[in-house]
């Protein structure tokens, strides 16, 4: 068994709408099938109990180790406690290569899984020792290391359960929710409204009293002090006993409470000094720690917060009583579990002392040992929730002290007999305001109800029936995807909208190029659904991004598929067949929302399929009226368009609105059929979201095909008075279509300038030039500037074979486009047709263009010229 490559899959994909890892692996002829591994299943079952039971598919009964694979890296990240349940082994079309697919919560956890997998089902197959219990142990390290903890967890299912898209945007806690224009973030709990001076306010603690003691929110007496002997002169001031703090902490790092003498009183300065140059020394307030958590104009949560201690039983130390306390499950390090582990080091000890005993006494039954002065649970304290008692007088000051500061969610400190009282008559105090409040005491409390805090914030960020998104429309298809899309982007930015697309051609976000080359990918998706300034989203999907990472966005509003071609791309990634290729394609259509819908071309049958499951409406296009499918969805009551005299008509029910495409430039008049496709398949998209009628065709009258519109798309160019057409069609479909176009115009003779890919099949190559035969008299074939692990010359070739004898006219072989492009040039007149099929599209612009800037013809170059 070898894993040839792993592709991580981040967004929805052709096996399911999960993250999961897709591995494909290559078995021997004897792991076909576990009737050639005979006992592997009981091995595989002793080493690793966890591992589900096997599933039978009818199509693939048997699918051998693979299935084992499949199931053991599933297992293993249940078993370390990651919510799992999706996986699937298919056989590819080449005996014994297999994509096996996992679903994965943190991406690096998955990796680890199918690494310690592999591993465990060849220790199975040979019968080898294989230690489970550190592997597992592994992956529950690295899930906790990875996963988001408990306060961004919260408010992220929050965000998820309301539909709002989010995004990690690193390892750690900052996320950002929703897309483009209407994009929010948070780090942890603490969102994008908190500025850095209120953070920093926050972290002074003097500062913070100054604040809110101006604001009429009562605080404890007390000022930093310079030195101890200062401390102790102000404590005789205020009153014993006094807390003794750094001004700048957090965490409960180096306060002391309830200092009475002078010795404590220096004592805590220096555990004070060092954490802050600062220290800060305030009257003792008697009461309980309570923590009350403000978001925006109202307290969500408070919780009464209890410092760790242990009760002696008469019998054990107190070092064993802590450990006794430490062994609950529920205590664990750092946040990841509902406490936290009790933390025994020097602080503790003394606080031990101060209460006359040591770590090695052992307490009488029922005594009571603190631990710790401060009470926070990242020490080992714990929670009590109290929120149903807070009177409504310390809420109010409780939202004043987050106003004094400028903080929208926050965690406020207060000490107090009781919050059921107005703190005027308990004596209480705020201590303390803090930014990027931990949540976990609201949410698992020790004791107590748990509270929705995580559903508070989002409501706070997101106005009641906001989901954060933008209008975001698909494209996908093997010819016509980048003109759909610009068309689209068009009619968006006339509605007023900031516009971000995503094409083969580059990214541009409200008219600005912001990124080059092939960008139909998840990455660039990703960085205009990121960018500030989208207000909507057109994307072009290829098939390459879908199989390498999946979609970049859960849900679209429009989902649009041109057609699939019937030969581009066979052949790579084990794609064998056009229904394979239409199954990836599919994707888009899979994920529309259910408000949303699918444009789809009705006269491709693979593609018209696609209706079935769609989650949305459905509007099919076609340029026949009568087409079957057409008139059964009118039927239906549902949204068509067609081509009726040189119009595009669009139907529903009793309504039709209608194009002209005779003043549309992009579709010549209505003569080029696949640019009328393309034109019918973007006013689909402006239909389904609701654009106006009559903008839609002021818009179209307004696009034309000049290179700089849609750089490589059946752009036309006028040479000494013969037309020029760069177009980067590079299938047979779009050769076809290229045929049709250029048969509807006249000509006097017509040429081509062409390449191939080397990385489709050879039938597909020859297939171009030999649809191109049936139109063009001449031929000037080069060399592409990658030939994609062809070997020089064999691209040429296949080109010339496509042609056999069906060529009528001269066949020129070249080497370098720009040289091809200045052949072709040289040797056409007044009424020829010159199709120049551009592979480095900007860059065979660029150089026609200055051709026709010089105003001077080309240099002439003898018939056969060439290598």
Known sequence: MDIQRIRSLRGPNRWTSRTAIEATVHCDAAELSLRGLPGIEARIGERFPGIGPLRAYPDQPDLGIAQLLE???????????????????????????????????????????????????????????????????????????????????????????????????????????GWGSRQRRIQAAETDRTGAIAETIAQDKELTKQLLSAAGVPVPAGRVCTNADDAWALAGEIGLPVVVKPRDGNQGKGVTVGAETRKEIAEAFAAALRYDDDVIVERYVPGHDYRLLVVGERVAAAARRDPPCVIGDGIHTIAELVAMVNADPRRGEGHATSLTRIRFDEIAVARIRMQGFTPESIPSAGVRIVLRDNANLSTGGTATDVTDEVHPEVAARAVDAARAVGIDV?????????????????????????????????????????????????????????????????????????TTVRLVAALLAASGRRVGLTGTDGVQVDGHTIDTGDCSGPRSARSVLMHPDTDAAVLEVARGGLLREGLAFDRCDVAVVTNIGQGDHLGLNHIGTVEELAAVKRVIVDHVAASGSAVLNAADP???????????????????????????????????????????????????????????????????????????????????????????????????????????????????????????????????????????????????????????????????????????????????????????????ALLREGLADRARGEVIEVSGELRAIDIALSRIGPGDICLILVDQVDEALAHIRACIARDEEPIAYAAGAGR
Request: with cysteine; aromatic share 6%; glycine share 10%.
């Open 410 to 482: 926050c965690g406020i400190d207060v000490v107090a007999e009781t919050l059921s009282r107005p703190l005027a008559e308990t004596g209480g105090c705020f201590v303390e305001v803090n930014a990027a409040p931990g949540l976990r005491m609201h949410l698992s409390p020790s004791y107590g109800k748990s509270r929705p805090v995580g559903e508070a914030i989002i409501d706070a960020m997101f106005a009641p029936g906001d989901d954060a998104r933008i209008p975001l429309v698909a494209v996908t298809g093997t010819n016509g995807k980048t």
């Open 71 to 177: 199931l053991a890296t599933l297992g293993l990240q249940a078993q370390a406690g990651c919510p799992v349940s999706f996986s699937r082994t298919v056989a590819t079309r080449d005996t014994g290569i297999f994509h096996v697919v996992v679903e994965y919560t943190e991406e690096a956890v998955g990796h680890a899984a199918l690494e310690f997998a592999a591993a465990l089902c060849i220790a199975a197959r040979d019968d080898t020792p294989f230690d489970v219990g550190a592997a597992l142990a592994r992956l529950r390290e690295l899930d906790e290391d990875l996963r988001l903890g408990p306060s961004t967890g919260a408010i992220v299912a929050a965000a998820v359960a309301r539909g709002i898209p989010y995004r990690r945007l690193t390892e750690g806690s900052l996320v950002q929710f």
């Open 606 to 796: 693979l593609v018209a399929a696609m209706a079935a499951t769609c989650p949305g409406s459905v509007i099919f296009f076609a340029r026949d009226p009568r087409h079957a499918v057409l008139a059964a969805h009118h039927a239906r009551g549902q949204r068509t368009l067609h081509v009726e005299g040189g119009r595009i008509v669009a139907r529903v029910g009793s309504w039709r609105g209608e194009i002209d495409m005779a003043s549309i430039p992009v579709t010549g008049g209505g003569r080029i059929p696949f640019q009328v496709d393309n034109v019918m398949a973007a006013v689909g998209a402006a239909w389904a979201l609701g654009l106006d009628w009559n903008r839609i065709q002021e818009t179209l009258e307004r696009f034309d095909n000049e290179s700089d519109n849609a750089p490589g798309r059946f752009n036309r160019l006028d040479w000494y008075g013969a037309t020029v057409i760069a177009d980067y069609g590079h299938n047979v479909d779009a050769m076809a279509a290229l045929v049709d176009a250029v048969r509807s115009m006249d000509a006097r003779r017509r040429s081509v300038v062409i390449s191939g890919a080397g990385d489709r099949r050879d039938e597909d190559i020859r297939g171009q030039t030999a649809r191109l035969a049936s139109c063009f008299e001449d031929f000037v074939l080069y060399e592409d500037q990658c030939q994609r692990g062809r070997a020089d010359g064999e691209v040429i």
